[in-house]
Structures are given as C-alpha cells and as structure tokens.
C-alpha cells in the first residue's frame, strides 16, 4: 500500500461521491465535435465509461491510501456545516466496512458503462432501442452510481437518507423507459414500495437524531445507545428496519423485486441485484447494530425468522420456476435467488456477533460479483434468443448451450456454482460465517431459536443448489440439435466486462483474508462501541 496525504484522501473520496453527478449534467450537454466519433451516440456512451472509469480509479487509489493497519478508523473524512439549525452536515468517511462496498459499486457501474458502449453497436441496443437516446440513460446511471457512493460514504443520517433516496428516481426511469415487457407496473411497484419503506424509515431516523440531539452517526456509535432508552431504541429499528428491509429486501416486503428484475434493462439488474439490494443491509450494520443495540437486540429473533422463511421461499420459488414446463422466467429465478440470498445476510446480521455480521458483509460482496455475472450472462443470452424463458432456451440453445457456444455455457455454469456456495468461490465464505455466527449468537439472544434457524438455513443451501443445478441442466447440457440455431459464443467486449467479477469470485473464494481483514477489525470495533 502506498502513503497518501489525508487532504488528498478527502479529496478522492469526495470526488467519487461528487464526480458522478457532474458526470450525469456534462452527459445532458452537446458533445464538442471533436469528440462525437462516429455518432452523438457513441459519443455520450463513452463519457460514461470515461467518468465511471475515473471514479473506479479514485476507488482503488483509496484503497491503495487506506490505512490497512487500522481499518476500524474513519479515514478521508470530511466534515462541514450543512443545515446548522438541524445540525446537518456533510460528513463522509470510509472503514473496513465500507470501502468493500464502494469498491463494488464503483466497478460494477463502470463495468455496465463499458458494456453499454459496446453494445450499442449490436442490433438491438438497450439504450437507445424505440428511438430512445442514450444521454438520458448515461445521465441516470451516473446519479444512480453517485447516490449509491454517498450512501456508502455518508456519516450522517439526513445525509444518509437523502442518498439512500436519490438511487429510486434513476432506477424508477432505467426500468420504466428502457425496461422490458411489464415495465412500467414493474417501475411503479419498485418507486411505491421503496417510497413507503423511506417515509417509515425517516420517522425513525429523526426519532434518533432528535432524542440524542445529533445526527452524527460516528458519535451516536460511540455512545452506543446509551443517550436513548429501550424504548426510544425499539420504536427507531422497527421504524428504520421496515425501511430497510424493503430495499434489501426481506421476506415479506420482496414482492416488488421480481417484477423489478424481469422488466429492467441488463445493466438495470446487474446494478440492482449488485449495489443497491447491499443499500438496506449496510443501514443494519452502520446504523441499527451499534445505535440502537437494546432495540435490535429485541428484534433480532424475528429479523432471523424472517431470514430464515425467505431463505426458504425463494429457493423454493426458484425450483417452481426451475420446473419443466413451469414458463419459469431465468430472470425471474435470479432475482428469487437473491431473496434467499440475502436472507443470509440478514441472518448473519440478526446474531448480533463479529461472526455472523462478517459473514453478512462477505455475502453482501459476493452476492454482488456472483449474481452480476449472472445478470449479465443471462443479458447475453436474451440478446442471443429474444427470450429468457427457461423453455425457450432449451429450445432454442438445443438444450446443449455448452455445444453451441461453450463459453458462454460455462461462464453461466461457472456463475450457478459460485452462486449456490461452492467451497472455493466467494459464494461459500458469507454463508458460512452467518451459519456459524448463529450457531453461537450473542448473548442475550435465545440459542436454541438461533439453532433451528441455523439448522432451516443450512437446508435452504441443499435447495439452492438443487435449482441451480437444475437450471445448469436444463440451459446447458442435454442432446445437441443439429437444427438448433447457431449462437454467437462469448463477445471481446463482453469477455472484459464479466473477466473482473470472475477473477474477483475466485480470489475472494480462494483469500478470504483479503475482505474479512478489513471488515472484522472494524465489526469488532462497531458492535463494542461505535466507530472512532
């Protein structure tokens, strides 16, 4: 690692915040001649791989300057006077727990950037199909990107809101202009249900902010709700948590993501599934474990019940729609995926141990990379077939994707194992430590409750991997057909897109140390008293 100055760490960090938005106006404006290319087309789309490659740049540099020996610190921090009179600022900072997540936003927005532009050289180009043009498009993935860094990096919670808010506009649009058959009742269930969360969860935030007289969020993890009463603490996660679950989402406020998933466009889903679902988890850890502790503590059983239920029910979901015969949707069955998916995080989060919230935070890396690339693969063969209907694939791939076009075939066989916890890919780590930490919960939590949570989770992987297995089977392997049409195998533009979250599944997999030393000192830190 290298030793930057920490002005120009504030610097970076605020120009990853700040240099999508700026990005998102330039894109509304007149490209100058000398840089249209071959079209205003082109043009726009290139500035989006060019800003969201600058900001992937300033990501890694802060990587490269964070200070690894103390990653429970806050580093880069900002702190200025916003709203005086509500004492709002704009405070940003970054720890062991956050750098993973702005790091993955900020590549997994570049990579859609740098898909997009490619793409658009294809016969059937999401951001400009119907005579839609790209800047509009280039422009929300930008706000949609900054908003999510912010969310990331924000320290205080108005400010945490407004960014945690800011990303449900430019996907409403993303979904609602360049979206797929459904679009516009898909766009309108997302905007309602995280609209409604947000309402609940902002009556909570100002609970808190307004009984301990500060919206810091560093100072009210170090005092670790001891400036709010039990009951002040209750009312504040019930309150922050139902916002939070929608946009996680949890088992029974899911229902609008499937519908989201299915009619967004491919770097919609990516972007989703990859960061924003990540949005509702990290409000658990940042704000709810260390801010209001007693109150989590009282909802902890029932935020591991209802983990363990949509773990449970979305695999089960995923074999219905795995079925022959079922018109199951592949797009459909990912995003039911991420329900059970993420109720491992949640599970992880509700034992309240360093265990168990490391694990959370791990899965929440590698449901990102692992679930992209099977966006983004599942993109691909949309674009090949006109379908993602798992009977219409078998159709029209011959029911042997691996004889048609091999790579692509394995890419997706690749993404299914990693997805369903295969020892040695990232997908295994998460999962794991979120089982053990409930086997062993913390202490004011009832273990046998958490033991047949863990014992119902750890079924819920048996069932994973039988739909996932079940989808390989069907896509991918099978009697070739002489008369099945022909597919174009894996593309140059989208091999550079998918490589980086292959790569980083396996070494995540492979070295776990590699997130797991950033995030546990700072979990250690967070659940013991707050973050200095």
């Known amino acids: ?23 998102a106006v330039t894109a509304l404006l007149p490209a100058p001649p000398g840089l249209k290319g071959k079209s205003p087309e082109q043009a726009v789309l290139r500035h989006g791989v060019t800003v969201t490659g600058a900001v992937l740049i300033a990501a890694i540099v802060l990587v490269l300057g964070f200070d690894h020996d103390h990653p429970s610190k806050m580093q880069a921090s900002t702190d200025i006077s916003w709203i005086p009179a509500l004492d709002v600022r704009i405070h940003l900072g970054i720890d062991g727990i956050s750098l993973p997540l702005l790091v993955l936003t900020a590549l997994l927005t570049f990579l859609c950037a740098l898909y997009s532009y490619f793409r658009q050289r294809d016969e059937r180009p999401e951001t400009h199909s119907g005579g839609k043009g790209p800047a509009g498009f280039v422009a929300l993935l930008l706000v949609l990107e900054a908003g999510t860094l912010a969310t990331f990096a924000a320290l205080d919670l108005i400010l945490f809101f407004l960014a945690f808010e800011t990303v449900l506009i430019p996907m409403y649009f993303l979904i609602a202009r360049w979206g797929g058959e459904g679009r516009a009742g898909a ?46 603490q209750v009312i504040a996660v019930l309150a922050i948590g139902i916002g939070l679950a929608v946009k996680t989402p949890m088992w029974p406020l899911h229902s609008w993501l499937p519908d989201a998933h299915t009619a967004a466009p491919t770097v919609g889903s990516v972007l989703l599934a990859g960061v924003l679902l990540k949005m509702g988890t990290y409000g658990f ?161 009832s273990r046998p409750a958490f033991l047949t949570f863990m014992a119902i989770a750890a079924f819920g992987t048996l069932l994973t991997a039988a739909y996932m297995l079940i989808v390989v089977r069907r896509v991918c392997m099978g009697a070739q057909r002489p008369e ?49």
């Open 285 to 445: 850890v940042r704000i709810l474990l260390p801010i209001a502790p007693d109150g989590m503590s009282t909802f902890a059983p029932y935020l591991a019940a209802f983990a363990v239920v949509g773990i449970i029910y979305g695999s089960l979901a995923c074999l219905a729609l795995a079925r022959r015969g079922a018109k199951g949707d592949l797009k459909r069955l990912i995003a039911y995926s991420s329900v059970g998916h993420m109720g491992f995080v949640l599970l992880g989060i509700a034992t309240m141990t360093p265990t168990g919230v490391n694990g959370a935070l791990f899965a929440n890396i590698a449901h990102g990379l692992i679930t992209g690339l099977l966006f983004f693969v599942v993109g691909a063969l949309k674009d090949r077939t006109g379908t993602t209907d798992l009977d219409t694939l078998a159709e029209e791939t011959g029911a042997a994707l691996y004889g048609k076009a091999p790579r692509l075939g394995g890419l997706l066989a690749f993404a299914a194992v990693a997805s369903l916890g295969l020892p040695g890919l990232a997908g295994f780590w998460g999962e794991m430590l979120a089982l053990f930490g409930a086997f062993d919960p913390h202490d004011d939590l």
């Open 187 to 232: 766009a309108w269930k997302f905007i309602l249900f995280t609209l409604l969360g947000s309402v609940v969860m902002l009556l909570g935030l100002l609970v808190i902010g307004i009984t301990a007289g500060t919206f810091d969020m560093v100072a009210l993890a170090t005092d670790n709700g001891r400036s709010l009463t039990t009951s002040v």
């Open 1 to 23: 690692m290298i030793d930057i100055n920490e002005s120009v760490m504030q610097f970076l960090l605020a120009f990853v915040v700040v240099g999508p938005l700026l990005g």
């Open 484 to 532: 099945a049409p022909k597919l174009a195998d894996v593309r140059t533009f989208e091999f550079a897109a998918w490589t980086p979250l292959v790569a980083l599944t396996v070494v995540a997999g492979l070295w776990p140390r590699t997130l797991l030393g950033l995030t546990d000192p700072a979990v250690q830190q967070l659940l013991s008293g707050g973050t200095r």
